[in-house]
């Protein structure tokens, strides 16, 4: 029988400010004797808060046919998964089409970005969601997309 040595580091992002990390777990694994070797296996999850930014001004009256700007913006700017991967479920009433992002928006944090134009009145919302994208063996990242609404008059 061989042991192995298994690393569990948790990592957890509260904010685009705020910044928080667990002492890593580590913990022995006895496998077979076939095993021929030991190893250190390190997995991490990473939870990154996200944030949506308009064109609106604050307080500002929505109209039906107005070109509304939303980009999902993080402090991560390292590996992000492509936009489409943050596109939301397009709910009744609204026009929603992915916008291209430069590279200097991927550096500046922004995930996708989106025209929207409201086709009817009423509240439009953009459920919350967590979504997972799993980088290498050893990382998944966790995104908590904050809800999104709009009243259209």
């Not at 030991?38 to 604050?58: E, G, H, K």
Request: no cysteine; aromatic share 8%.
């Amino acid at each position: 029988m061989r042991t192995n040595i298994i690393t569990f580091i948790f990592i957890v992002l509260l904010s685009p400010a705020v910044f928080s990390q667990n002492y890593p777990l580590v913990t022995p694994v006895i496998n077979p004797a076939s095993e021929a070797e030991n190893r250190t296996r390190i997995l991490a999850d990473v939870t990154l808060s996200t944030f949506w930014q308009s064109s609106l001004q604050p307080g500002a009256p929505v109209s039906i046919g107005q070109r509304i700007i939303l980009t999902l913006n993080s402090s991560w700017n390292n590996q992000q998964p492509p936009a489409s991967f943050f596109m939301p479920e397009v709910p009744q009433g609204l026009i929603l089409s992915m916008q291209p992002i430069t590279e200097e928006d991927r550096e500046n944090g922004i995930l996708i970005k989106l025209l929207l134009i409201p086709l009817s009145a009423g509240e439009i919302i953009l459920p919350s969601r967590t979504l997972t994208h799993r980088g290498t063996v050893q990382s998944n990242t966790l995104f908590a997309v904050p809800a999104f609404s709009l009243r259209v008059n």
